[in-house]
């Protein structure tokens, strides 16, 4: 039973465009939701989150949006740059763990 | 560097041998958290300590899995009789806070890489 999805294994954008990177949810007890980045041989290293009282976080060029009628919420990187190119992982959690959704490869183009 | 840290980074072992992963967390950090990540998934839950109370498990922790945190500093997980199946990445991560999970308070080690040929 996946409790956090990310649909699109992957999602290519040009140099300076809007990157847009979605998550669902099915766990109505989730109350926090962060986004992760991740290179080939690292650990995952934090970006971003949103409490889920909240429908909007910001920070730089990353903003999270969090839809919880719906379940879901989405990663804004505005303008990317070819150094945001990575997988990136959208997690939720519920008081003591972390759930990880499968992940998105983001490639930008030059 | 103060993160956490992982040993080894990668080990290649045959099935049915023993191995043992050790993380160093942040120092301050009163939790420790197990994860494993397989290609083309997200890292998987496997246990967390408390200081060095084992406080939850997952189901995925077969009786071959065992962690500890014996003096609430670093801990190690040992994968008894390895399977091919075990092959993955396992991720070791730390945290200060005692209650629920409240941002960006989780800081995840490099990982340990695992072939089991």
């Known amino acids: 039973d996946q409790q956090v999805k990310q649909n699109s294994p992957s999602l290519s954008v040009q140099e300076g465009r809007i990157s847009i990177l979605n998550c669902d949810y099915t766990?109505?007890?989730?109350?926090?939701f962060l986004w992760y980045k991740k290179y080939p041989a690292e650990g995952p290293t934090f970006l971003i989150s949103i409490s889920s009282i909240k429908d909007k976080n910001e920070d730089g060029r990353f903003t999270v949006f969090l839809n919880k009628s719906a379940k879901h919420l989405s990663l804004h990187i505005v303008p990317s740059q070819p150094g945001d190119s990575a997988v990136y992982f959208c997690a939720a959690s519920a008081w003591k763990q972390l759930t990880f959704g499968s992940g998105t490869q983001l490639t930008v183009l030059p | 560097d103060t993160g956490v840290s992982q040993d080894p980074r990668h080990k290649i072992t045959k099935r049915g041998q023993n191995v043992t992963f050790r993380c160093d967390p942040i120092?301050?950090?009163?939790?420790l958290y197990w994860y494993r990540q397989t290609l083309g998934q997200g890292p998987e839950f496997l246990t967390y300590f408390q200081n060095e109370a084992q406080l939850e498990k997952s189901r995925l922790l077969s009786d071959r899995f065992s962690a500890e945190r014996p003096k609430g500093s670093f801990s190690t997980l040992e994968i008894q009789r390895t399977e091919q199946g075990d092959s993955a990445m396992y991720l070791c991560?730390?945290?200060?806070?005692?209650?629920?999970?409240?941002?960006?308070?989780?800081?995840f080690g490099e990982g340990s890489w695992l072939t089991v040929v």
């Open positions: 766990n109505s007890m989730f109350d926090y």
């Open positions: 120092s301050e950090h009163n939790r």
């Open positions: 991560a730390s945290s200060l806070n005692a209650g629920a999970i409240s941002g960006n308070t989780i800081y």
